[in-house]
């Protein structure tokens, strides 16, 4: 039983270049979040989907970030035109959504440098 | 030993001692706390969670205390082990939110 696989683990890009990371979430599970981390920092969260809709994206700046979880395939967090201030680590979380069920399973993270 | 705050202090212990993290949430309409660990290069670990209807809850050798007056919330290791050492997270849920809010973590070093 997988769990949460994100793709790439590590991910080298220019000033100016696109990212895209991919979150595949554990079997069964229909809601995925998206988090930062920065060193020696918590995570911070930065959106919430489900199945073909954004439910709170209330953590994603406004321009150059976006997020999808289409009906088929990993969820991507996408950041257009990449600044040295996105380098961090960006973590996908996935639950099965139960009412009254928080717990959330981590993939191992997308290390994004920007040079 | 004993830790506390949102900071990521470091708490040394050595291999067998208790070890006591400790967490301070803000929000009072939290009803679900999460404790996760994460080891170097790897995202967090469920350890043990709790509803703000219990004030303690026992896992393998890790014990969550809750302590809504002050708005404390701790975790209890025994027997550490090496394999303990990683950086600890406390997160509290909102009330009927889907979405934690992190502590900074604390970062346990394990002593051979």
């Known amino acids: 039983n997988a769990g949460v696989m994100q793709n790439p683990r590590h991910l080298v890009r220019r000033r100016g270049q696109e990212a895209r990371l991919r979150c595949s979430p554990m079997?069964?599970?229909?809601?995925v979040y998206w988090y930062r981390q920065l060193p020696e920092e918590g995570l911070k969260f930065m959106v919430y989907?489900?199945?073909?809709?954004?439910?709170?994206e209330s953590g994603m700046p406004k321009e150059r970030f976006s997020a999808e979880f289409p009906k088929e395939g990993p969820s991507i967090l996408r950041i257009q035109q990449v600044v040295r201030g996105d380098s961090a680590a960006y973590f996908c979380?996935?639950?099965?959504?139960?009412?009254?069920?928080?717990?959330?399973?981590f993939g191992p993270g997308t290390r994004l440098t920007v040079t | 030993g004993e830790s506390v705050g949102l900071h990521l202090p470091t708490l040394s212990v050595q291999e067998g001692d208790n070890s006591i993290i400790n967490c301070a949430y803000s929000?009072?309409?939290?009803?679900?706390f999460i404790w996760y660990k994460q080891e170097s290069g790897k995202g967090p670990q469920f350890i043990i969670d709790?509803?703000?209807?219990?004030d303690k809850r026992q896992g393998q050798r890790v014990t969550v205390l809750l302590n809504k007056t002050v708005k404390h919330l701790s975790l209890q290791i025994a027997a550490t082990q090496p394999g303990d050492s990683a950086v600890y997270f406390c997160?509290?849920?909102?009330?009927?939110?889907?979405?934690?809010?992190f502590g900074r973590g604390t970062s346990l070093i394990v002593h051979p």
């Open positions: 979380a996935s639950s099965p959504g139960l009412a009254e069920s928080y717990e959330q399973y």
């Open positions: 079997k069964g599970h229909s809601h």
């Open positions: 989907l489900q199945k073909e809709n954004i439910i709170d």
């Open positions: 929000n009072s309409a939290s009803d679900y």
């Open positions: 709790i509803r703000s209807n219990m």
């Open positions: 997160a509290e849920n909102r009330g009927g939110s889907y979405i934690p809010t």
